[in-house]
T-cell receptor, first 114, second 117 residues
Framework: KAGVTQTPRYLIKTRGQQVTLSCSPISGHRSVSWYQQTPGQGLQFLFEYFSETQRNKGNFPGRFSGRQFSNSRSEMNVSTLELGDSALYLC?????????????FGEGSRLTVL | GENVEQHPSTLSVQEGDSAVIKCTYSDSASNYFPWYKQELGKGPQLIIDIRSNVGEKKDQRIAVTLNKTAKHFSLHITETQPEDSAVYFCAATNTNAGGTSYGKLTFGQGTILTVHP
């Protein structure tokens, strides 16, 4: 069974640009969550999507947005990039029916903002 | 909201020794406490978890204990091996919150474990 797939794995952007990251969850998983990981702040919850609807949102500015498609694949977008947005962005999927609480993480998209 | 504190931030042990990582949480409604291991260049991977109706859980060399009264839980790794070297994260969540929320965990800051051969 394929794991959570994130693309691209690495990208470099400049301040003011925008970026879109993609996540394909494990087959059958309908919940997709996004986390930002930085050395200073650790792992912070961005948002969660289930059935194409945002279910939960963390404490991030409106420049961070996401969406989920009917096949459960998800994208997140960051507009007007700032230097502080440099981070590893992790996507995690979870079962909804028969949920155990376990999240399955992808390997992340490492964003560098210059 | 939930707040999770994790200690120590770094831990260095000799191969064969035991390692203990401790976490405290603030929200008494939290009922699910997973531990994740993150190796370099990879995403976090669940290694063990415990629910609030259990005080201790063991899986081979790894064990987790939970004290609901004190709101703290700990990870114990015995007979450590060099391949145990990684960053370990504790987390907490209330699986009953929201009805349709499955992916929101509050993580501790992480512990860098180094096992010296």
């Amino acid at each position: 069974k394929a794991g959570v797939t994130q693309t691209p794995r690495y990208l470099i952007k400049t301040r003011g640009q925008q970026v879109t990251l993609s996540c394909s969850p494990i087959s059958g998983h309908r919940s997709v969550s996004w986390y930002q990981q930085t050395p200073g702040q650790g792992l912070q919850f961005l948002f969660e999507y289930f059935s194409e609807t945002q279910r939960n949102k963390g404490n991030f500015p409106g420049r961070f947005s996401g969406r989920q498609f009917s096949n459960s694949r998800s994208e997140m977008n960051v507009s007007t990039l700032e230097l502080g947005d440099s981070a590893l962005y992790l996507c995690a999927s979870a079962l909804t029916r028969g949920n155990t609480g376990e999240l399955f993480f992808g390997e992340g998209s490492r964003l560098t903002v210059l | 909201g939930e707040n999770v504190e994790q200690h120590p931030s770094t831990l260095s042990v000799q191969e064969g020794d035991s390692a203990v990582i401790k976490c405290t949480y603030s929200d008494s409604a939290s009922n699910y406490f997973p531990w994740y291991k993150q190796e370099l260049g990879k995403g976090p991977q669940l290694i063990i978890d415990i629910r609030s109706n259990v005080g201790e859980k063991k899986d081979q060399r790894i064990a987790v204990t939970l004290n609901k009264t004190a709101k703290h839980f700990s990870l114990h790794i015995t007979e450590t091996q060099p391949e145990d070297s990684a960053v370990y994260f504790c987390a907490a969540t209330n699986t009953n919150a929201g009805g349709t929320s499955y992916g929101k965990l509050t993580f501790g800051q992480g512990t860098i474990l180094t096992v010296h051969p």
